[in-house]
């Protein structure tokens, strides 16, 4: 794609009201350094990287004629609905791509806004590298994500439990409109305001929806789809958000706000690594019940504008809720029956799923490698060797292969569906400590590895060894921001 020598922005989010956002001026870093740039990203979307450069000079300098906005919006945070906002993040502008497709850039850790409550605004180098880090991982993963286009230290010292290098990340996405961006709607503004807002999320991110004849439910209908393809993703894979709340639910169905995430190493559905879930509620497990739980939040914002009878706005909403459960079903068993071998989803095969995962937890087996391994025939020895009741699987597994066509079919199918390298978490935490302390050879290897996640190579064996039993049940993951 064709560069562009300055960033030109669009700002087509500032015709809603003035409540969904406040103009913002990002905190003016002494002495910034980049110390990642995602040279083809930016360059695959039509932007030199010194362009980059030259914004924070240009920000640095007080020379802008931009309209840096932060957004309003709220949230169920574990739960408990509270007012939030951007409190440390502003939105650049809306970059538009040859093709006519428009992204935010955003400006992470840029100090505090109006919304920033009791925080400072900024963010720690550390976790700065594992948005990056992790964001790259998904992608190439084939799932929905933001991206990190570059990272930059700040010059500055961040102060959490202790000491950090202070940084910011440029993030793209397509829109950071999220249900709490309407729960802020429904609660704050007025019911003209919050169909604005409808109406401006569907002219930019489902514009086909607009001549439906009830547009608002078929934005409805549409974001449940969505989230049951991304979330079904994530469990595919053995992704745990660790902070799945309203907010950080994005309408345009990529995964975003990398804090606390984590992948999963040894199977047990009630994996938890984020140091704040408490309880579980946002477990590996939990995950499908949660997403269902948030939508259903949405659905309620919607009341007010779905239909003038408030009693037929309850039942139209609760109708499209109610169709959650059987597309889950449908989706979630069609990726995991993938990572088996089988193309379609059909129910009469949901039982080798269902026993295979309990086995993989009553035999603490690796989520990742297990799947890899069935691909191939010493794999499939080393885990039918493992006890009768695994070698039993494994021989009723395979006449249902041999019954619809055999390996031959089966382990393409099983190629594109079970990645080899997943961002472990020990090699990540090891990667993240020597990258902050000057040493960004692992990181970057370990970057190189994730870009091709579904392919292996001798050099890969390193990177597909889970941790160790001790390190395993300590683990947490922070906000870290």
Partial sequence: MKTQNTLSFEYSYLNLPEKFYSFEYPQVFKYPEFVKINDKLCRNIGIDPENLVKLIDEIKSGRYNKKFFSQAYSGHQFGHFTNLGDGRALILGEHIIENGDRFDIQLKGS???????????????KAMLREYLISEAMYNLGIPTSRSLAVLKTGEKVYREQENEGAAIFRLMKSHIRIGTFEYAANFCTKNDLKELAYYTIKRLYPELINEDNPIQSLLNKIIKIQVNLVSDWMRVGFIHGVMNTDNVALSGETFDYGPCAFMNYYNPATVYSSI?????????????????????????????????????????????????????????????????????????????????????????????????????????????????????????????????GFENSIPIMQKNNPIVI??????????????????????????????????????????????????????????T
Wanted: glycine share 6%; charged share 25%.
């Fill in 111 to 125: 100090g505090r806004t109006v919304y920033a409550r009791n925080g400072d605004g900024k963010a720690t180098l």
């Fill in 277 to 405: 879930d408490h309880f579980g509620r946002y477990a590996y497990g939990n995950q499908p019940r949660i997403i269902k739980w948030n939508l259903a939040r949405f659905a309620e914002t919607l009341l007010p504008i779905l239909h003038d009878d408030e009693n037929m706005a309850i039942q139209m909403a609760q109708n499209e809720i109610n169709e959650f459960d059987k597309l889950w079903e449908t989706e979630y068993y069609k990726k995991m029956l993938n990572k088996i071998g089988f193309e379609t989803a059909s129910p009469g095969l949901y039982f080798l799923i269902d026993d295979i995962l309990k086995l993989m937890q009553k035999n603490y087996l690796d989520f990742t490698n297990t799947f890899f391994m069935l691909s191939n025939q010493e794999g499939r020895e080393i885990i039918s060797n493992k006890n009768d009741e695994l070698k039993q699987w494994v021989k009723t597994w395979e006449k249902f292969i041999d019954d619809r066509g």
């Fill in 423 to 480: 961002p472990r978490n020990h090699i990540v935490e090891r990667a993240l400590d020597e990258a902050i302390a000057g040493n960004t050879y692992l990181f970057e290897n370990l970057l190189k590895k994730i870009s091709n996640p579904y392919s292996y190579d001798i050099e890969t064996d390193e990177y597909m060894n889970p941790p160790d039993f001790a390190f395993e049940t300590s683990y947490q993951t922070f906000c870290g």
